[in-house]
T-cell receptor, first 112, second 117 residues
């Protein structure tokens, strides 16, 4: 079974600084997708960024980028120029054939 | 932009009662999912549904749970006899396997917060 591990329960960063959230996963599949979801206090699940495992190029969405290391099964999220609105829980997720498997989450605090 | 909707946003029920949580997936989507998140914990997969039948379910999805697509638009999750530990946020999601670029993405609804007292 696939597992996703986020080893940082909490992280904090100064506004305008850069922060990296860690995620590792375990799978025997070769074709899969990886995601980062943001969950603000409203508890809505908002997709931040996705990465297809067959693509070597790291995904980028504006201030959000990933460092995808397939051999190491690592998928970290970098947030540049952190903003107060980035404060939330961040979940890393793995998707093989169907279901999403989520990590435990990292609570990100932005210090003004 | 099309979105997944869920009703109600908050449901309070007494232990032992039946509840039905409702979802309207995005109209051209073919795969439907339920997830739950106990407060302070990670999101957990419950069940996936395709072609009017369950395609996968987790060990959480026991005989107390059932899903149904009663018409062309709604997708429901029924809990027959609620327990205190069923208190959680329940998310519905849908995906469209027909579009290569987006087939991997599941679109989440805003969730239903279920409180069992």
């Amino acid at each position: 079974a696939q597992t996703v591990t986020q080893s940082q329960p909490e992280m904090s960063v100064q506004e305008a600084e850069t922060v990296t959230l860690s995620c590792t996963y375990d799978t025997s599949e070769s074709d899969y997708y990886l995601f980062w979801y943001k969950q603000p206090p409203s508890r809505q699940m908002i997709l931040v960024i996705r990465q297809e495992a067959y693509k070597q190029q790291n995904a980028t969405e504006n201030r959000f980028s990933v460092n995808f290391q397939k051999a190491a099964k690592s998928f970290s999220l970098k947030i540049s120029d952190s903003q107060l609105g980035d404060a939330a829980m961040y979940f890393c997720a793995y998707k093989g054939a169907q279901k999403l498997v989520f990590g435990q989450g990292t609570r990100l605090t932005i210090n003004p | 932009e099309p979105e997944v909707t869920q009703t109600p946003s908050h449901q309070v029920t007494q232990m032992g009662q039946e509840v039905i949580l409702r979802c309207v997936p995005i109209s051209n989507h073919l795969y439907f999912y339920w997830y739950r998140q106990i407060l302070g914990q990670k999101v957990e997969f419950l069940v996936s549904f395709y072609n009017n039948e369950i395609s996968e379910k987790s060990e959480i999805f026991d005989d107390q749970f059932s899903v149904e697509r009663p018409d062309g638009s709604n997708f429901t999750l029924k809990i027959r006899s609620t327990k205190l530990e069923d208190s959680a946020m329940y998310f519905c999601a849908s995906s469209d396997p027909g579009q290569v670029f987006d087939r991997c993405e599941q679109y989440f609804g805003p969730g239903t917060r279920l409180t069992v007292t």
